[in-house]
């Protein structure tokens, strides 16, 4: 029987998947995902060629768990930080950090080059991270139309064109959330 590197049997599980999930990241920082291999992936994560395939049946299976860790990780984050403040607008700066945040940490080259080279359930699988996040941004929004904070009539295009402003990273914050703030017709 091969030795665990962990005290039990799923800790040693969790402690090889978070080593494969650190390799691809930095992978992905090296070069495109179509030029990473499961076997590059394996020694950079210092396990056996094979051993990787007791984790992942494939890449496309690694992007979607680690994009799956980091989702639930990132909405941990955010929904601690959002309960710290009382309004809206606070909830909105918030956000607005968290995703920029995100934007330089965790998102790793995952654009749309990547996901043109998933397949279609894996996509949806992606997908379903990116609807958690934006049902928080709904939240918050339907928080502050409710107390008047923000003037949104079309919910749905105040998150897509909010996600955009989000786009030009290299702003400043302050900028961003000026904005943004402005756009949701909050003028305080």
Same mark, same amino acid.
């Not at 390799?23 to 056996?48: K, N, V």
């Not at 909830?91 to 043109?116: C, E, P, S």
């Not at 958690?132 to 929004?141: D, F, K, N, R, T």
């Given at each position: 029987m091969?030795?665990?590197?962990?005290e039990?049997?799923?800790?040693?599980?969790?402690?090889?998947?978070?080593?494969?999930? $650190?390799a691809f990241?930095?992978?992905?920082?090296?070069?495109?995902? $179509?030029?990473?291999?499961?076997? #590059?992936? =394996?020694?950079?994560a210092?396990?056996?060629?094979?051993?990787? !395939?007791?984790?992942?049946?494939?890449?496309?299976a690694? @992007?979607?768990?680690?994009?799956?860790? +980091?989702t #639930?990780? !990132?909405?941990?984050?955010?929904?601690?930080?959002?309960?710290?403040?009382?309004?809206?607008?606070?909830k909105?700066?918030? !956000?607005?950090r968290?995703?920029?945040? =995100?934007? #330089?940490q965790?998102?790793t080259?995952m654009?749309?080059?990547? !996901?043109?080279?998933l %397949?279609e +359930? =894996?996509?949806e699988k992606?997908?379903d991270? @990116?609807?958690?996040v934006e049902? @928080?941004? %709904?939240?918050?929004?339907? +928080?502050g139309?409710? +107390?008047?904070?923000?003037?949104v %009539?079309?919910?749905?295009?105040?998150? %897509?064109?909010?996600?955009?402003?989000?786009?030009?990273? #290299?702003?400043?914050? =302050?900028?961003?959330?000026?904005?943004?703030l402005?756009?949701?017709g909050?003028?305080?």
């Amino acid at each position: 029987m091969p030795k665990i590197a962990a005290e039990t049997v799923p800790a040693h599980r969790d402690l090889v998947r978070r080593r494969i999930f $650190d390799a691809f990241a930095t992978l992905m920082d090296e070069r495109s995902f $179509d030029a990473i291999t499961m076997a #590059q992936i =394996a020694a950079r994560a210092d396990i056996g060629r094979t051993a990787i !395939y007791h984790h992942f049946r494939d890449k496309e299976a690694v @992007v979607v768990a680690f994009a799956t860790e +980091e989702t #639930q990780h !990132y909405l941990a984050d955010l929904r601690r930080d959002l309960d710290l403040v009382p309004d809206p607008v606070a909830k909105i700066r918030v !956000y607005l950090r968290h995703q920029l945040q =995100a934007g #330089q940490q965790f998102h790793t080259g995952m654009g749309g080059i990547l !996901y043109h080279l998933l %397949s279609e +359930e =894996a996509m949806e699988k992606i997908h379903d991270h @990116v609807a958690a996040v934006e049902e @928080v941004l %709904s939240e918050i929004l339907d +928080e502050g139309i409710a +107390e008047g904070a923000f003037r949104v %009539s079309d919910r749905k295009s105040a998150i %897509s064109l909010l996600h955009a402003a989000l786009a030009t990273r #290299q702003l400043p914050v =302050a900028s961003v959330e000026e904005f943004v703030l402005r756009g949701l017709g909050h003028m305080g």
